[in-house]
């Protein structure tokens, strides 16, 4: 037993692995005492130092940087002045991607403005169009904008300008997307009155014998206005559509024999007649 008033620790036979004994003595005849310490007791006590270290740091971080601007000390005022340098890193940083990723976006407006512009003018051309016939901006009293490459800038612009810019060039790729728009219109207005155009022989491998206009009449031997085209060819040729359209009439007519009839649209009929 240990003297009276002390404290010993021990590690009994019968102890248990990863136990720790601690054995309690107060007063020369009162009964030992035995406090036994596991892994459990070792965990709680080391989380409460953690927590205890984490909430010193916290406060210590605290009441430096509240404080730091009143007390006038060399290490204070370095600690602070190094934070708002850090901070002040950070902002400028997310600034700059920001105006990276602006002017990024920037150039690639540009590009597309350019190639807009390109295919217009082909497209214009291509219908017959001169650039001041093309619609005007959508904007009233703003005049057409230009494509170009982008003016030399003597600063650094400013996330304002920046979007400034972007803004202007969106509202030009739009303008010239409607131009487009419009010229894709009449190329297909073109195309479709193409299509419906009898342009095409009714007939392969014929040819022409007699033309639309005054001549003399192969039955009467008068002269004559003759209203279409002759193309002789043998019995049974395939009679061919001059344009597209629609048959309205297939059957035999009084005057011009078995007669096939189309109607190609906006007015246009073509007649096929004497067929055999």
């Known amino acids: 037993m240990c003297p009276s008033g002390r404290m010993g620790i021990a590690h009994g036979a019968g102890a248990e692995e990863g136990h720790l004994n601690i054995i309690v ?3 020369a005849m009162a009964r030992a005492r035995t406090l036994t310490l596991d892994w459990r007791h070792w965990a709680l006590g080391g989380f409460g130092l953690l927590v205890l270290f984490l909430s010193f740091t916290l406060l210590f971080n605290y009441v430096t940087l509240r404080y730091a601007a009143s007390i006038n000390h060399p290490l204070l005022q370095a600690i602070l002045l190094d934070d708002q340098r850090q901070e002040a890193r950070r902002s400028q940083e997310v600034v700059q991607g920001h105006l990276n990723a ?3 976006k920037l150039g690639e407006l540009q590009a597309q403005l350019l190639q807009l512009d390109g295919l217009g003018e082909r497209l214009a051309q291509m ?4 650039p001041k016939d093309l619609p005007p901006p959508s904007e009233p009293g703003k005049a057409p904008a230009r494509g170009g490459p982008a003016p030399t800038l003597s600063h650094e612009l400013s996330v304002d300008e920046f979007s400034g810019l972007l803004g202007a060039l969106s509202r030009q790729v739009e303008e010239r997307s409607d131009q487009l728009g419009v010229l894709e219109a009449l190329l297909v207005s073109s195309s479709v009155n193409k299509k419906f155009l009898p342009s095409l022989p009714p007939v392969d491998g014929g040819w022409l014998s007699s033309s639309y206009g005054w001549r ?3 039955f009467t031997g008068q002269k004559g206005f003759h209203e279409g085209l002759d193309f002789p060819t043998e ?3 395939p009679i061919v559509a001059a344009a ?3 048959v309205i009439f297939a059957d035999v007519h009084p005057q011009y024999g078995k007669m096939i009839e189309i109607d190609h649209g906006n ?3 073509t007649r096929y007649a004497h067929c055999s």
């Open 25 to 27: 003595v107060s007063g």
């Open 102 to 104: 602006m002017a990024v």
């Open 127 to 130: 219908a017959g169009l001169k």
């Open 216 to 218: 003399i009449d192969p």
């Open 235 to 237: 019995t049974g040729t």
């Open 244 to 246: 597209s359209g629609k």
């Open 267 to 269: 007015g246009l009929v």
